[in-house]
């Protein structure tokens, strides 16, 4: 029966991924029915992509390799494609089987650029230069450290938007996406860029964005979440940025430029 009102967003407040996932039984995003949800919405450009279109330009380098996690059916890639010299490097998306899955048949009938490769297994994406992920951090059942670790090497830059962070502790409340409920973390802010920092990288550049912070329906009382973004870099490659590409006059060497002073974590965001 169906009531007209429409269930609430977000329900439940559990202390880790794990207890939260039980509780949503089901297989979260990697289901056919909840990976589709929001396909067109989520290939739009919009207002808090536009730092991560920033980044991506000045650190541009050609046949630079990025690893979109957690990239959907390449939606960034399609978002961003006339805005970054896309076709000029190599994006790999890396998500769960289904939507890999899925991907790949709408790339056979044309419906998804051929140029993306899609990838559910991360020991065969091999070297990457920059690591984005964008909307992925929430859903994500393990910690960033363990991602990396499961590639090659760790890539200089990483790209994180839309990190559902508080100052209380970490939280994982169940989200509906479809049909379904997906566990939705929301990260302890100070300890989240501790991590960040152990993980031996800089915070070079945050931002908040307001319109998506969350209130949990069924816990008011804990707050909005606070939506982040963070440019990181590693800490021993960190003295420079720039791309040389950009910066590059037509006769003259690669320029590059200093890199801002590192922002430290816990530090107030602009
Ligand atoms: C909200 S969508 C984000 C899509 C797009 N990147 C954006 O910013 O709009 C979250 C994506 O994360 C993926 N995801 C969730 N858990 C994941 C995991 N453990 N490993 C890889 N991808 C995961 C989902 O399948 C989904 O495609």
Redesign the pocket.
């Known amino acids: 029966m169906t009531t007209g009102i429409r269930p609430p967003a977000m329900v439940g407040a559990y202390p880790n991924y794990a207890t939260a996932a039980v509780k949503a039984r089901g297989n ?3 289901d056919k029915d909840v ?1 589709q949800v929001n396909t067109g919405l ?1 290939r739009k450009t919009v207002v808090w992509d536009y730092p991560v279109i920033h980044w991506i330009n000045e650190v541009f380098s050609e046949g630079m390799h990025l690893l ?5 059916f390449g ?2 890639y399609i978002a961003f494609r006339d805005l970054c010299p896309i076709d000029r490097l190599q994006w790999t998306v ?3 089987p289904v ?1 890999v899955d899925l991907a790949r048949a709408a790339q056979e009938s044309q419906e998804l650029p051929a140029e993306i490769v899609f990838q559910d297994d991360l020991a065969k994406v091999g070297q990457i230069d920059v690591l984005l992920g ?3 951090m929430q ?4 910690s960033l450290a363990e991602l990396i670790g499961k590639l090659d090497a760790p890539p200089r830059y990483i790209l994180l ?2 990190v559902a962070t508080r100052c209380g502790p970490t939280v994982v409340t169940l989200e509906k996406v479809g049909p379904g409920r997906v566990p939705y973390q929301i990260r302890n802010r100070n300890d989240f860029e501790k991590n960040l920092t152990e993980m031996g990288y800089v915070i070079r550049d945050q931002w908040d964005i307001p319109s998506l912070g969350r209130i949990i329906s069924t816990h008011p009382g804990l707050g909005p979440s606070v939506s982040r973004g963070y440019f990181l870099e590693r800490r021993e490659q960190a003295r420079t940025i720039g791309s040389p590409d950009r910066h590059r006059s037509s006769t003259g060497p690669p320029v590059s430029r200093r890199a801002n002073a590192p922002i430290q974590p816990g530090a107030g965001s602009k």
């Open positions: 979260g995003y990697n990976a989520m979109d996690a957690g990239g959907h939606s960034k890396y998500d769960l939507t964008s909307g992925l859903y994500l059942d393990i938007n839309k």
